[in-house]
Structure formats: structure tokens, C-alpha cells
T-cell receptor
Framework: DQQVKQNSPSLSVQEGRISILNCDYT??????FLWYKKYPAEGPTFLIS?????DKNEDGRFTVFLNKSAKHLSLHIVPSQPGDSAVYFC????????????FGKGTLLTVNP | NAGVTQTPKFRVLKTGQSMTLLCAQD?????MYWYRQDPGMGLRLIHY???????AKGEVPDGYNVSRLKKQNFLLGLESAAPSQTSVYFC????????????FGPGTRLTVT
């Protein structure tokens, strides 16, 4: 039972264009969502997050959108750069005193020069 | 400030051998986690700890044991390694003062032959 789903295993975009990574969830108790970025042979690093009380959070080139009714979130990277090429994981938390994260399987983003 | 460190970085074991993976964090975080990452499976939680002296099972705990005798250290043990435990293991830490972000170590690549 996969509660956080990233249905696209990979995505390829041209440098300078927009990258859109998608994530769906099934657990309606999730109310905090995070994106992590992972380079090969390194640990995941936190990228950006959003609380369920918001529908958008922006940090530089990275914007996360949350659609609670659709149980869907997306990460937009504008403009995409070759250094953005990595695996991106979506993660969710149900808040309160629960400090566990549930991760999706990841999407490999390749940004072509 | 080293963040989260893991020892060793690589290890090859024969089936039936035992080993301990060490995770250390210098951020005074309350929470610590062990994950495994397998191709196409994302990050799966093995065990976690919400404080010194306390541990709990995650999603895939079988075949592993953990201990947290000191706040800064979280040990993952394999008593009798099996080929199915070939994986990349990541340790992470998080703080009660944070917004559910977890900070990851660089990983340990374990091969069981």
C-alpha cells in the first residue's frame, strides 16, 4: 500500500525550461509535505516543504504547489539547470507528534544542456 | 559541524556474518532514523528513535536491531546478514524544534554475498 506515489520514474527537460515533478498521496491525514534531492553516492538533502494550510511555497527557482482536494503536489523548477539533474523524492508527514516521513519512490530528473 | 556521519562507507559481508553500522550527529537532534534504499523502492524506514534509550520499528525492521545509548549515536545491527539486505543504508536525524525535516548522512553501501 503505497501512500506517496511518484508515478514518473524519470523526466528529461532542456536547460532553461521548466521542470515539473509530480506526487500523489492517499492518506488524508498527511498535512506536511517535503521534497528532497539526491545526487548519486550522496544522501538526500532537503529542498523545500509545504504545510497543508498553504497551497504554494516558493524558494528561489523552486516552487511547490499543493492541491489538497486532489491529494496532489508538484515541484516546479524554473529555469532548470544541468546541476538540477538528480533524483527527487516527495515525502509526507501526518503532523503532530509523528516525526516519521513516508517517501515516494523518486523521480530521476535529467536536465540536458 | 559535520552534520550526520556514517561509518563505514562501504562493506562487503558474507551470508551469516554480522556487522554494526554507526550513525553520529552533532546537531543535538532528538530524533534519529535508519532507512534503506533499493532500486525502484525509494527510501524505506527500518527503525527510528525519538530519544536516547528509546527505539521503534519502522516499515521494514526484520533482520535488523538498533540501539541508541547516547543521544548523538544510533547504531544499526545485522545479526546474520542475508543477500536480501544488500542495499544502501541512510541514517537521518531530526529535531522537535524543526518542521519535520530530516537531515541525512552520506550512506553506507552494503553488499552481502
Amino acid at each position: 500500500d503505497q501512500q506517496v506515489k511518484q508515478n514518473s520514474p524519470s523526466l528529461s527537460v532542456q536547460e532553461g525550461r521548466i521542470s515539473i515533478l509530480n506526487c500523489d498521496y492517499t492518506n488524508s491525514m498527511f498535512d506536511y509535505f517535503l521534497w528532497y534531492k539526491k545526487y548519486p553516492a550522496e544522501g538526500p538533502t532537503f529542498l523545500i516543504s509545504i504545510s497543508s494550510i498553504k497551497d504554494k511555497n516558493e524558494d528561489g527557482r523552486f516552487t511547490v504547489f499543493l492541491n489538497k482536494s486532489a491529494k496532489h503536489l508538484s515541484l516546479h523548477i524554473v529555469p532548470s539547470q544541468p546541476g538540477d539533474s538528480a533524483v527527487y523524492f516527495c515525502a509526507a508527514n501526518s503532523g503532530g507528534s509523528n516525526y516519521k516521513l513516508t517517501f515516494g519512490k523518486g523521480t530521476l530528473l535529467t536536465v540536458n544542456p | 559541524n559535520a552534520g550526520v556521519t556514517q561509518t563505514p562507507k562501504f562493506r562487503v559481508l558474507k551470508t551469516g556474518q554480522s556487522m554494526t553500522l554507526l550513525c553520529a550527529q552533532d546537531m543535538n537532534h532528538e530524533y534519529m532514523y535508519w532507512y534503506r534504499q533499493d532500486p525502484g523502492m525509494g527510501l524505506r524506514l527500518i527503525h527510528y528513535s525519538v530519544g536516547e534509550g528509546t527505539t521503534a520499528k519502522g516499515e521494514v525492521p526484520d533482520g535488523y536491531n538498533v540501539s541508541r545509548l547516547k543521544k548523538q549515536n544510533f547504531l544499526l545491527g545485522l545479526e546474520s546478514a542475508a543477500p536480501s539486505q544488500t542495499s544502501v543504508y541512510f541514517c537521518a536525524s531530526g529535531t522537535i524544534a524543526g518542521a519535520y525535516e530530516q537531515y541525512f548522512g552520506p550512506g553506507t553501501r552494503l553488499t552481502v554475498t
